[in-house]
């Protein structure tokens, strides 16, 4: 039987999750130089356009039909046999078309937040072509296998109650490889560049710290105690990185910034989205003070050490704050707040650390992989980054033919 009230509430996160996406748009924009904000901002909208294409003829029959394999069934190819009835196996309370548009914003956001490495310096029509690819090859098979009906990393018993690593994990790891791949902005051995409009910045933060609650509260797929429990964690486990990056700043520069807080918020948010609907407030607390660490050394240390010019660190905030949210997963989850899930380390069950442990190792061991073998494919057809002069004059008018900001004399 349908319900009216859990059906409302899927697809008001839907629209929740939806609104990311252009949240994203400005987090990222406003991180990079004027002369490429609206670059930024083309990337995003056109991956909300073309992934929704691709989720209904292809993605959602790849990524859920329940098919044991790499991939799902095609038997819901061009949504075929997807109707308004409940699918069971998903959500039997909702239409099974809810359920797809929900998972489809999901679909959509994870590739966009690879462009944060190798902002500033790709063609546009190298990034539609590696986008669509990465959308079908690597984030298809990660969602089926971890989601799916059949997929063997959920038989093993993986917990991943929103996207740690579907999304998180899968989409950072491939960022490192294109930031490498691609090579360094022309401006980065002078230091990288500021944010060019911080205002931007914390709007993106805003849109997405909203949104958020839609991607891991609207993940119970009911309006029940199990969504109270996600939006609660979701909500303070961002707080406390917010709240610890800008105290970790303050010890180690002087000065707290509100940079450093919006980047903590984010990676709290990342971190607590594996774990929202199994772990209760205090190890939210613990997710959330923890991660700023991990994600600070992240990109204060081991990038520059490294020498990688992962532009907005989307592997410095996302894989990393999803490798600890995954694993904090195995640690910290709780039978007592969803007896669908398991316990973790900490309530005596190391086995789901060690199961957490290896979804992590295999996500990025595929992602890592593949996304090098697509990014190779699409650079040796069409070539993927921009020429100097191009680089120099901005993307904005050597990609769009358009500028954001005109002063009018």
């Not at 205090?282 to 020498?307: D, E, H, R, Y």
């Not at 090098?372 to 008018?397: H, P, T």
């Amino acid at each position: 039987m349908i319900n009216t009230g859990d059906t409302a509430w899927v697809l008001i996160s839907a629209a929740l999750v939806m609104l990311m996406t252009p949240g994203l748009a400005f987090f990222y924009g406003g991180m990079v130089r004027k002369k490429n904000v609206l670059s930024i901002l083309m990337q995003c909208f056109i991956v909300l356009c073309v992934l929704s294409v691709h989720w209904v003829l292809v993605g959602y029959s790849l990524s859920f039909a329940p098919r044991e394999g790499f991939w799902g069934g095609l038997q819901w190819l061009g949504l075929n046999g997807v109707g308004m009835d409940p699918y069971s196996e998903y959500a039997g309370t909702i239409p099974h078309q809810a359920f797809m548009i929900f998972q489809g914003m999901f679909a959509i956001i994870t590739p966009a937040l690879i462009l944060g490495a190798f902002a500033e310096r790709m063609k546009f029509s190298a990034f539609l072509v590696f986008i669509i690819l990465w959308a079908t090859f690597v984030y298809a098979p990660v969602c089926h296998w971890v989601w799916g009906i059949g997929g063997w990393i959920r038989n093993l018993g993986a917990l991943d109650f929103a996207g740690g690593t579907v999304v998180h994990v899968n989409a950072g790891i491939a960022a490192l490889v294109t930031a490498i791949l691609i090579g360094k902005r022309k401006s980065v051995n002078h230091g990288a560049p500021a944010p060019h409009n911080m205002p931007f910045v914390v709007l993106g933060t805003a849109l997405l710290w909203f949104g958020w609650f839609g991607f891991n509260a609207g993940s119970a797929l009911a309006a029940n105690g199990l969504a109270v429990n996600a939006f609660v964690v979701t909500h303070i486990a961002a707080a406390a990185a917010g709240l610890s990056w800008a105290l970790i700043e303050w010890v180690r520069n002087g000065k707290p910034t509100i940079f450093g807080v919006v980047s903590g918020v984010v990676a709290g948010l990342v971190a607590i989205t594996p774990a929202a609907g199994f772990v209760s407030v205090i190890p939210a607390i613990i997710i959330g003070l923890s991660v700023s660490v991990f994600c600070f050394v992240a990109v204060t240390v081991m990038k520059p050490k490294f020498g990688y010019d992962d532009s907005l660190d989307a592997f410095g905030v996302h894989c990393v704050g999803g490798v600890w949210g995954a694993l904090a997963t195995g640690l910290f989850a709780s039978k007592a707040v969803n007896a669908a899930g398991a316990d973790g380390l900490f309530f005596g069950n190391p086995k789901q650390f060690l199961i957490q442990l290896f979804t992590v190792a295999v996500t990025i061991a595929y992602s890592f992989i593949v996304s090098l073998v697509l990014y190779k494919l699409v650079d040796a057809v069409i070539g993927v980054r921009i020429n100097e002069r191009a680089e120099e004059m901005g993307l904005d008018l050597t990609q769009h033919h358009e500028r954001a900001y005109t002063i009018l004399e």
